[in-house]
């Protein structure tokens, strides 16, 4: 059974910086792709990140610059850097995974996802 478990949330000033993770526990497909989304109180739920199977990159524009996406495969670990934070960065984040699709560069819908994680909580106060 796929897991998804994300760590590293927290509450940091506006232009701090923090490390998300994700452990990816359960898959037996090695083409899959995986992004960060966030959600925001009375917000839809967006893409902020995304990494294909190869490790080709997509990001939203407003994080462009400033938030990283990276996996270590011998780790089965996804991670998000997130730098000079804002905000309106402030949300829950929450890590996901497909291995239905094929996508070299991930996908930042989350219509193409089917493995999600429960979330952490990242609060950055201005």
């Known amino acids: 059974q796929v897991q998804l478990v994300e760590s590293g949330g927290g509450s940091v000033q506006a232009g701090g910086s923090l490390r998300l993770s994700c452990a990816v526990s359960g898959f037996t497909y090695v083409h899959y792709y995986m992004g960060w989304f966030r959600q925001a109180p009375g917000k839809e739920r967006e893409g902020v990140a995304s990494?294909?199977?190869?490790?080709?990159?997509t990001y939203a524009d407003s994080v462009k610059g400033r938030f990283t996406i990276s996996k270590d495969n011998a780790k089965n670990t996804l991670y998000l850097e997130m730098n000079s934070l804002k905000a309106e960065d402030t949300g829950m984040y929450y890590c996901?995974?497909?291995?239905?699709?094929?996508?070299?560069?991930?996908?930042?819908?989350?219509?193409?996802?089917?493995?999600w994680g429960q979330g952490t909580q990242v609060t950055v106060s201005s």
């Open positions: 990494i294909g199977s190869g490790g080709r990159t």
């Open positions: 996901a995974a497909d291995d239905l699709r094929v996508k070299l560069r991930g996908s930042l819908d989350r219509s193409e996802y089917n493995h």
